[in-house]
Structures are given as C-alpha cells and as structure tokens.
C-alpha cells in the first residue's frame, strides 16, 4: 500500500488482484482525517485535534460519534486496499489515532529522507549526488500538500511548512546544478520561477548567477533591476545584502562567463586557491573537550608527514574520529596550500564506496580548488591514475572519513612529497606500511563533567557514567540539558539510570546514540553480531576469556577469534590478555538487542553457561571475587542467576562471595544475595543450602547488632541443617547462639549451646573443619570472658591449626593474634576490648551470669 499526499490526496493498493488499483476516500470529511493521520504519521493525533480540524470552533454535538463513524470508513477503506496489512493500520491509542506508515509507504516521508540527504551532499561538496536527490524529491510533488482537502488549523499549518520545504529542495537543487556547470539550461526555468516567486530573494540570485555565467551580463543586470522595482513597489524595501553585493560583483565582471565549476557557489570571478583551503571539510561542531592532546599529535604529525606517510584516527563508534579528524586538518591546513579534500567513504551509512569511484570524487574535489575544469570518468580513463597524476607535484592534504578497510583507502593515499592523507575507521590495524594509528576512547572524567557542567558538579559525573564518558553520548545529554531548562542534571541522571530506555534518553535531533552504535554493530558479520549481543550478559566491570567462551557456548580456543574480532572493530576493549570489558552503552544496546532478537531458551541456557563459569572459578585455589569490585559482580551474578531461575547456581554464587561480603562489610549486598539464595535453595529443596543462607544471615544480623534478628536466624539454621543431615552446620549455627548469649552475659546458656555444638560435630560423619574453628573460636571467647586463660589458649591454638587446615589465611592471622593477647588478660576487667572475630572488636559486657 501506498500514501501521497504531496498533491491531490491518494491511496494506492496492494499490487495484487484483489487490492490493486485506487481506494481514496471520496468524501471530504474522510479525505480531512486520512490527511491530518497521515501529515502526522506514526504519531498520535488527538481526538480534540480531529475535531478541529473538521469542524474548527464549530463542532456539531455529535462531533465525537460522527469522528468515530469517519474512521471506522476510513479503516474499510485500507482494508480494501491492503488484505494484508490493512487491519493493523490506523490503530487507537489514547488519546487518539495513530497511522502507521512505513518509510517507503509515504511520499511525504520519502520526500524528507532525499531532502536530508541532497542537502548533506551539498554540504559535502557532493553537487552531481545532491543535484540528482534534490530532483527526485521535487518531483515527488504534484500540487500542494492534499490538493483538494478543506485545510483545518493543523493542515494549514504543515502545508506552510512543507511548501518552505518543497522551495528550499528547488533552490538547493538549482545551486547544486549551478556548480555543476548546467546554467544555461536554468535560465528558463528560473525565469518561471521568479515570476511564481517574486518575492524569494534567493531565486532571483540564482536567475542572475546563471545568466552571467551563461555570457549575459546585461540580462542579469536587468534581472536585479525587475526584482529592486518589484521590492520597492510592493513592499517599499531594497533587496537585501546578498542581492545588493551579488549586483555589484556584475558592475566589476568583464562579460566573461566563469568556469563550469567555481570553487564557491556565488562567486563571479575564478580566484587562485588560497593556501590551506578548506572549503571542502565539514563545518566545525563546537569546541572539542578533553582531546587537546590528541589534536595537537594529529596536527604535528600532518605538519611533518615523510612522503607515503598517513594517519588513522580509530577508536570506539561515537568516540568523536571525525571531529577530531577534522579539527586537526583544519590545524594543519597551511602546510597544505593546493587544499584540504574530505570524502565521506560510505555516505549517507550506505555501502562503502569503491576505490574508483572515491578516486573520482576526490578527483572532481581537487580540480575545483584548483578552479580547473572536470573531466567525466570516461574522458579521464583510469580514475586512479589520474588522481596519482593530479596530486603529482601538488601539497594535498585528504581526510577519508569512515573507511571500511586498508585495502579501501591504500589505492588513494597520496605519496609524493608534501602530500599526506588522514583517515578515520574503526577497522584500520596498525602494521601498514607508512600508518600511524591513533586510537580514541572515552573522555578522562574532567574533560566529560566539563561537556556536562551545566548539570552541575554532583549530577555531571554521574551522567558522565552512565554515558560511559563517550563524547557522542556527552553532547548528546549536554543538548538535551539545553533544550529542556525545566530539567535539572538530577532529572536527566533519574532517566539514565533505567538501562532499557537510557538510549532513548540519548537521542535528540541529529544526537542518535542507538542509531550510531547499531549502525556500527550491522557492520558485523553474522557470528559476531550474535556474539556481541550474548556477551551483553556478561557483568559490567569485565569479564576473562573463559566466562565469554561460556556465554558464547565455545571453547576457549573457538571464542577466542571471535572476541578478539570484536576488540579490532573497537566494539570490545582489552583490559589485559584474555582479560575484556564491554564499554557501558555497548553494553546497554548488546541487552537490548539480546531481549529482541534472541530466543528466551537461548538467553536462559546462555546465563546458566555463564552462572555456572563463575561458580566454577569461585571454587578454584585462588577464584571468587578479587579485587574492589569483585563483590559487586558476584552479588550482581546472584542477582542475574535468581532472576533466571537458575536455583543452585544462585545458591554457588553466593556462597562464593560470603567471605568478601563480610569483609567489606557490604551489608545491603550481603542482605540482598542470601535473600535471593535462600529463596533458590528453598525452590530446590537443598536443606542444606537453606541452613548456610540462614546462618550466613545470622551472621549479618550479628554484625549489625541486631540481637533478635540473629537469634532467630541462627536457630532456623540450626533446625533446617538438623533435618537436612547437616551436623556440622547445625553446629556453626549453635555456636552463632551461643555467642550471642555470651555477648548478653549469659555465660551458662553459652555453655549449654557450645555442649549441644560439640555433640552435634561428633555426630556427624569426618571432623568439618570449618564448624570446628566457630566451635573452638566461642570456646576460646567464653574462656576468656570466665577468666580461664589457660582453656583460652588451647582453643585459639587449635584455631590456628584448623584455619591453617582450611587455607584461611585471615582466620590463622586473627587466631595468632588472639593467642598472644587475649589469654593474659582473661578475666580482666569490663571494659577491655577483645576482638571477636576477624576484624570486628567488642568491650567485654561486665560480670557474666
């Protein structure tokens, strides 16, 4: 199915029998709501907006069933015209309608992606590509918007603009052609334009432009002296500055007509190129923050580049290549006095140009600067050779933006002396000949809270963060602060924080975060794609070989390539060998696009393939979290694991992070991982996984002074390890009890509790040593509360030997330092502070009872 609306309202159907063929609304009213949804396409219309826009300020009273009866015609209607597709067309949303409409399905919208695109082609030089849009989009016109439809105050208003927009493409157009050498086939349709346009200054420029370079410098004498009368009789005002100075550059011309294609686009006579032009590069897009440094070596290396020398600027998508790129040859730019040429290598994001045709247009490029004429591809022959022939002799500088590969750019860099080319990709690996690379990354923390500081300090840096202090994303949050004063930094960092619409919250008129990443990402081949999303499992801090290898299902020998592929196309960092880090909004897209393209079956398997790497390595001499953020990836696995329902590898995961929780006493992490693990163990039916989660428990409450809780924790791991068959657990929880009642003064019912601790160790099958060392620790901590130094010490020695038996390094170096301590001064009075446990000191409570 198809829409037009840029003239007479139109609803083309499918191609098949049944639908081919026109199926417009006839009547007026239907045609007013077709056209409103469709000016407003895949957006949500108000009912209210309807209904003005049928009835202005005079609905009837049964405006809103009348619109319902309208759209429920309407609907008929694309149902005919689309068996298929017409049902799920115009849908109801509140508190509205909405159209949906494809890219391709709409003329307006094709006429708006070509205007864009002809108009960034203009930009870049590109005047054969923008003249040629440019024309397809002007000719999708066939009258004025929805020729023949009552026009409401929301079709009014987007006919103006859109008619701004149709002339602005004609004007655009017609310059496009006027450097291309085409003036005198202009000239007519100019003159019919004028007499449409009076009043458009711009066409008027152009009509004279064209008949000077056409050899008639009186008829465009003539021409600014029809516009001046027609602007003094009708609006009682001269022509402009543009006009007034465009005139006078005719009373200075000789009648000679200029070349085919001046260097710039108004200019009356040839100039010789000015040293360092720079005509041909992007405008410049504001300060660039945080890469002083990298500038400055771009700008000393351009300076003093060998002959067969060049420079490749890579790094992460988004990483500001091409600013900086630009910025340095801007810098550089009088070393270079024949030019400065810059040439988009896949423009528009499309397929990479082929050497030949760059060659060409680099070619075209370079002999404008130069004010030569240009040759087609025909006459030139070989394009290559005639581009290595041109640069012979000449101080050429070339700045090939996105290149896919070496073997795209190698045929066009220049290697005479004096000449040098700078190139920006993410797939350019050092080790060419005569290549130095330069990598980009994130910014440093000052330079991204500087991009930020109209947040303010506290919020920069957390926004900084979030945007993995890629400068993409940092401006992209900076112009969403300016757009929206009504925000603060603290709402934006508020909206960043949800990981599944933070790049939506990166995406504001042409900052598109998610587009620019995923763009990067389709480059991929297909292995890696899903490679890439499946390692957006893995925790944000980083990962080893082996974890990626198990999220991808693989040997470590078979990821390996993979990983490494992603590292080259900058979409992965190394960290250190086998050692890897997804950058934080690669991260963020690979989850998405994991929750959108991968089966539910295979996430789950591979989160299990990971879970289960993690709880392998934690049991490993040496494994389990190291370092300061080991503890938060494991309680983020556990987290990971519970949420898959993947019951024992939660419980394994826990268990290997106790130990680093309690050290660093991470108790809201402690609290929320054996939460979730005991929760798995009871899903399970793993008793005696429930009883080490609720002793663990237990000891957090201890750790918190939380008497009861601990007692209530420690005595429900006492039962579930009884009936789990778990003696030496039930004795760790026993010990926990008795320590409490020893902390209270409670020194009888300690006893009592550390009898029944003993009896429940002897009971069961082996010596744990584990439970032995709480066991023998509340012991030795009762000795010493009774004064009983002797018992105190055989009780923290045979600690010593069982947390040597254990591989304990922790628990040795506290039960070493209790024995020399603590012994002597048994019995001593309140007050004196013992250290309880590893770490963790308490003032003994006075006389027990």
Not at 655 to 672: F, I, K
Request: aromatic share 4%; with cysteine; hydrophobic share 45%.
């Amino acid at each position: 199915m198809r829409f037009r609306i840029l003239g007479p309202l139109e609803v083309a159907g499918d191609p098949d029998p049944a639908s081919a063929g026109l199926h417009t609304p006839g009547p007026a009213k239907l045609r007013v709501v077709l056209g409103t949804l469709l000016v407003r396409a895949n957006e949500v219309v108000s009912v209210d907006a309807l209904v003005d826009e049928l009835w202005r300020d005079a609905p009837p009273r049964t405006a809103m069933t009348t619109l319902h009866v309208y759209v429920s015609q309407i609907r008929k209607a694309l149902r005919s015209a689309s068996a298929r597709h017409g049902e799920g067309i115009l849908l109801t949303r509140r508190p509205g309608y909405v159209l949906r409409a494809a890219s391709d399905e709409l003329d307006l919208a094709v006429f708006e992606d070509l205007r864009e695109r002809g108009r960034k082609a203009l930009a870049e030089h590109d005047h054969e590509r923008a003249a040629v849009l440019l024309r397809q989009a002007q000719d999708l016109w066939r009258g004025p918007l929805l020729s023949g439809v009552p026009y409401g105050p929301l079709l009014e208003s987007a006919a103006a603009r859109l008619a701004e927009a149709r002339l602005e493409a004609l004007e655009q157009r017609v310059h496009a052609d006027l450097l291309l050498g085409r003036a005198g086939e202009l000239v007519a349709e100019l003159r019919a334009l004028v007499t449409t346009y009076p009043l458009r200054e711009e066409l008027h420029a152009h009509l004279m432009t064209a008949l000077f370079r056409s050899g008639r410098l009186a008829e465009a004498l003539q021409a600014y002296a029809a516009v001046r009368r027609t602007l003094i009789e009708e609006l009682g005002v001269e022509p402009g500055a543009r006009l007034r100075r465009l005139h006078e550059d005719l009373l200075r011309a000789d009648g000679d007509p200029l070349p085919a294609v001046p260097a710039a686009p108004v200019a009356l006579t040839a100039a010789p190129a000015a040293a360092g032009n720079t005509d041909w590069l992007p405008p410049d897009e504001g300060p660039l923050a945080g890469r002083d440094a990298e500038r400055a070596e771009l700008g000393a290396r351009l300076r003093s580049a060998r002959p067969g020398a060049w420079t490749a600027v890579t790094g992460l998508p988004g990483s500001g290549k091409t600013a900086l790129a630009v910025a340095a040859a801007r810098d550089a730019a009088t070393a270079f006095p024949d030019g400065v040429l810059f040439l988009d290598l896949a423009p528009d994001g499309g397929p990479a140009l082929a050497p030949a045709e760059a060659a060409v247009r680099l070619l075209r490029r370079a002999r404008a600067v130069a004010g030569e004429a240009c040759c087609t591809p025909e006459r030139e022959g070989d394009p290559l050779e005639a581009l290595r022939t041109f640069t012979a002799g000449r101080r050429l500088l070339f700045v090939l933006d996105d290149a896919r590969s070496v073997a795209q750019v190698r045929p066009l860099l220049p290697t005479t002396p004096g000449s040098s080319a700078l190139v920006t990709g993410r797939l350019l690996p050092a080790g060419a000949a005569g290549l130095h690379v330069l990598r980009l990354g994130h910014l440093g923390r000052k330079a991204a809270a500087g991009v930020l500081a109209a947040a303010g300090p506290g919020a920069a840096e957390e926004i900084a963060a979030l945007c993995g202090r890629l400068p993409l994303a940092l401006r992209a949050a900076a112009v969403q602060l300016d757009a929206r004063p009504h925000w603060t930094g603290e709402v934006l960092a508020a909206r960043l924080r949800d990981e599944t619409s933070r790049l939506d919250a990166l995406r504001i008129g042409e900052f598109d975060v998610r587009a620019r990443l995923t763009a990067a990402c389709e480059e991929l081949p297909a292995a890696e794609r899903r490679a890439f999303r499946l390692l957006g499992l893995l925790p944000a801090a980083g990962f080893p070989l082996a974890a990626g290898a198990a999220v991808l299902g693989l040997a470590a020998s078979e990821a390996a390539p993979l990983v490494e592929s992603l590292v080259d196309r900058h979409l992965l960092l190394a960290l250190g060998p086998d050692t890897y880090v997804l950058p934080e909004l690669l991260r963020v897209l690979a989850a998405e696009q994991l929750a959108a393209q991968e089966p539910a079956d295979a996430v789950r398997a591979a989160t299990s393939r990971m879970c289960a790497a993690y709880a392998a390595a934690a049991g490993e001499p040496g494994g389990g979290p190291t370092g300061s953020d080991g503890p938060g990836l494991y309680a983020a696995l556990v987290r990971t694991a519970h949420g898959a329902g993947l019951w024992e590898q939660t419980v394994q995961l826990a268990d290997a992070v106790t130990g680093s929780l309690e050290r660093a006493a991470a108790w809201d992490d402690w609290e929320s991982t054996h939460t979730l693990a005991l929760d798995a163990a009871r899903r399970a039916g793993d008793g005696r996984a429930e009883a080490r989660m609720l002793r663990s428990l237990g000891d957090l409450a201890w750790q918190q002074r939380t008497a009861e809780r601990a007692a209530e924790r420690y005595a429900q791991a006492a039962r579930a390890a009884t009936a789990a068959g778990a003696p030496a657990e039930a004795a760790r929880a026993l010990a926990g009890l008795a320590e409490l009642r020893l902390d209270s003064g409670l020194v009888a019912e300690a006893d009592a509790l550390l009898t029944s601790a003993r009896r429940a160790l002897a009971t069961g099958p082996g010596r744990p040593a584990a439970g032995r060392f709480e066991v023998r620790r509340v012991e030795a901590l009762l000795a010493l509360e009774t004064g009983a130094g002797a018992e105190a010490a055989g009780a923290l020695a045979d600690c010593v030997a069982l947390a040597r038996a254990l591989g304990d390094r922790r628990r040795e170096a506290y039960a070493r330092r209790t024995l020399r301590t603590g012994p002597a001064g048994a019995g001593a009075a309140a007050g004196r502070a013992v250290e309880v446990r590893p770490g963790i000191w308490r003032l003994r409570c006075g006389t027990p009872r």
